[in-house]
């Protein structure tokens, strides 16, 4: 029941008149005629002040001037001597004002008089009776609060204020339903297009130009969820065709996988016949040729050995990168140690290596996993460059990227193979049907730069080929905690 926006909106409007009207009301109530006895009673006493500079036994016409201007204050006085004859009243019936207010409360007069305030439900009075010594002699001070059925106006201004608010929340409570209703209009329409939407309809659009800006912005953003819907369900169904395609290639890459391994198992028994064949020669030969049998064996399994690693690579690759410890990593840092580590491997072969570092280009990632894809880049570009060749490093700022890239001089990729050199199962066929290995150290780039959320590339350049990955930069805290 209370869902409705025009009852919600009618309920919020009675809440707010009686949290306004209301308590307007009881704050009225309880302090008008507090503040009401706080304000007249500093008149009263600022009177009596003033009434102490008076001369009693020669009243001017200022004197007589500031009786009357208090009296505008809805005051009365009542001032007589100590034989009781009146210096001042304020009404004419001297005698028997003077034996009211003073004779009768002559032991309740001081000289450092206090407000009396007598109040009731429908009188209020205040009174001031002070004794005022001048020139030896003692002169009688009442002053009284003129208006005695102050509390009865204050009772009906309540109700007044009462009757205010009845009438306000009838009113208001009109007035906010057609508003209401007027204001759920276009809220009801956007909801006539969202149930279109529902039901793949994408015809109705919800109206943009209504009469409240917010109502025109959702408008505006159903129109274009409409679209992009629109557009989803034709990318859907066109690419249904192709998900039949990927299966397709899924298969095909899995025989790929099976013909990979049992390659890989043909090479494994050529070192191992190798290796038997030559241990066996190893009794029949002299001690001076033991050496080279031995040199054979040991290039034999150093083969064997980097191609089981490989295989592990790609299974903890594959397997076990969720398990990665994400940090902030300094790449530059890790590029020198890189390049530290092979510069007696770069000088063998003679090779001028060429850097462009940037400084502070943070990622934030696994380090042990992105030094294993800088390695396969550079690794990859020793084995492709001749001797005396050139190789080139950059590390650069790239927007919210951080750019790596190792060029290597020599000979250019084919078109054709730019795609295929990333998979770990491709195998390139050549005429005559000899084939060619191709190695996984690009397909751990390619996991490895993909799993941190990068994206990675090659290039052929003028002189030889230039192989590139990007990673998003690291957050400043993580930098900070380095």
Known sequence: MFKKISIRLIILEWVFLAIIIGGSIVLYGIFAPAYYNYYKGKVIMQAFEDIKETDFMNLSDED???????????????????????????KSNEDRVIYRNIVLKLDQF???????????????????????????????VCIQDKVQNVYSSFQFTEKFMLVMFVIALAFGSIIMYFLARNFAR??????????GLAERDFREKAEENGAYEEMNHLAKCINSMSEQLQDY?????????????????KERMEKARKDFIANVSHELKTPLAVISSQIEMLQYVQEEERKYYMDSIQEEVTKMSEMVGNLLDVSVIEHHMEQTKM??????????YMLMKYEALFKKKKLNVYT??????????????IEQAMNNFLMNAFEHTENYGDIRIYLKNKEENIYFAVFNQGNLIPEND???????????????GAAAHAGIGL???????????????????????EFWFMLPKSCEEEQKKL
């Not at 397909?443 to 080929?465: D, R, T």
């Open 233 to 249: 369900v034709e990318q859907i169904e066109e690419s249904r065709e192709q998900l039949l395609d990927q299966n397709i290639q």
């Open 64 to 90: 007589i001037g500031m009786f009357l201007e208090y009296e505008k204050e809805n005051l009365s006085f009542t001032v007589a001597d100590e034989e009781m004859q009146s210096i001042y009243t304020t």
């Open 356 to 369: 462009e570092l940037e400084k502070n280009c943070y990622v934030q990632g696994d380090r042990e996993y």
């Open 327 to 336: 940090e902030a990593v300094l790449m530059d840092e890790v590029v020198n």
């Open 110 to 140: 001081s000289e450092e008089p206090k407000i009396i305030s007598k109040n009731s439900k429908r009188n209020s009075n205040l009174k001031l009776l002070g004794i005022v010594k001048q020139e030896g002699l003692s002169y009688y």
């Open 418 to 432: 730019m795609e295929k050199i990333w998979k770990s199962f491709w195998m390139k066929e050549y005429e005559g």
């Open 443 to 465: 397909y751990i780039v390619q996991s490895v730069i993909h799993f941190h959320g990068g994206k990675c590339g090659v290039e052929n350049k003028e002189e030889g080929v």
């Open 186 to 195: 276009p809220i009801r329409e956007m909801a006539r297009v969202a149930e």
